[in-house]
């Protein structure tokens, strides 16, 4: 456990996961992972800037939001930005989200059950969220088949236990495929989250030309998320609290928890149109 430099050192909240591993499953994995990025790039969304995709880094990220506020300003539109972080990311993932691994699941459909869902909604989300997004060539890949296989026997040791612990859930902190195989899961999540987006009309779309339009969307950057909300003075509220429920059901559905502690999940709202000093 690596100590986070905030918080208390005597409480285990305060200290994140991380793999220590000998030196050749490292290098392994590093080639690896060189080897199955163009195929891990395919299934990745262009505003996913981490793990060095499209050149991004954070600094892209923050002038995405950037651009979002001054189109609002020079469009005199109502914005507001819900900013996003979700808990235990690393260590709380799914692995059947990427791989055929079915290790796991079992407390996954229980917390799904949990939630009031009936037996076929959970078997309809589970059959979505589960179905694989790689081609069968992909998946025969020798690359892709390692990479599988690291995540499915998966044990590691703590001083002052004898025994071994198994995980079946994370990717692995620490090791050279975790943020990549992270990565991969957030553009399930997240396009899963735009489709429930545009299916609840929520979906935000600005003029380019005086006949095109295109759709503002969100952006990320390994488990931190962007979303900015456009909408009227009167509507912007609700928008946002619409879209705000969506997000949180669809990674409540990928047994991803959204992290509501103060600082983490916030919202910031901008008001430039008309109606800003009524509102």
């Known amino acids: 456990e690596l100590f986070k430099h905030k918080g208390v050192m005597s409480t285990p909240l305060s200290y994140r996961d991380v793999t220590i591993a000998n030196h050749t499953p490292k290098v392994v994995t590093k080639r690896v992972r060189r080897t199955s990025m ?20 954070t600094s892209v990220a923050h002038l995405y939001i950037r651009n979002s506020i001054h189109i609002a300003k020079k469009l005199k539109q109502f914005l507001a930005i819900l900013f996003l972080d979700i808990s235990t990311a690393f260590a709380a993932l799914i692995r059947h989200l990427i791989f055929d691994i079915t290790a796991g699941d079992e407390a996954w459909l229980h917390r799904l059950a949990s939630l009031g869902l009936s037996d076929n909604d ?61 990565v991969l899961a957030m553009a399930r999540i997240i396009k899963h989250i735009r489709t429930s ?18 759709s503002v969307d969100d952006c990320s950057y390994i488990d931190d998320c962007a979303f900015p909300v456009f909408a009227d003075h009167d509507r912007l509220l609700h928008k946002l609290s619409a879209s705000a429920a969506i997000i949180t059901n ?14 983490k999940t916030e919202a910031m709202v ?3 149109g008309k109606g800003a000093h009524a509102t």
């Open 122 to 182: 959970v078997r309809d989300i589970y059959k979505a969220a589960t179905a694989s997004v790689f081609s069968d060539t992909e998946r025969r890949d020798i690359s892709f088949l390692f990479a599988e296989v690291l995540h499915t026997f998966t044990w590691s040791t703590l001083e002052g236990l004898t025994e071994c612990l198994r995980a079946t859930q994370g990717t692995m902190a620490g090791m050279p495929l975790a943020d990549i195989v992270y």
């Open 38 to 57: 163009p195929t891990f790039a395919k299934h990745i969304l262009p505003t996913q800037w981490g793990s060095g995709l499209y050149r991004g880094e």
């Open 270 to 272: 901008m008001w430039y």
């Open 197 to 214: 987006l545009g299916d609840a009309g929520l979906t935000t779309f600005l003029p380019i030309t005086s006949d095109k339009s295109a």
């Open 250 to 263: 669809s990674f409540a559905r990928h047994d991803l928890v959204v992290n509501f502690a103060p600082g």
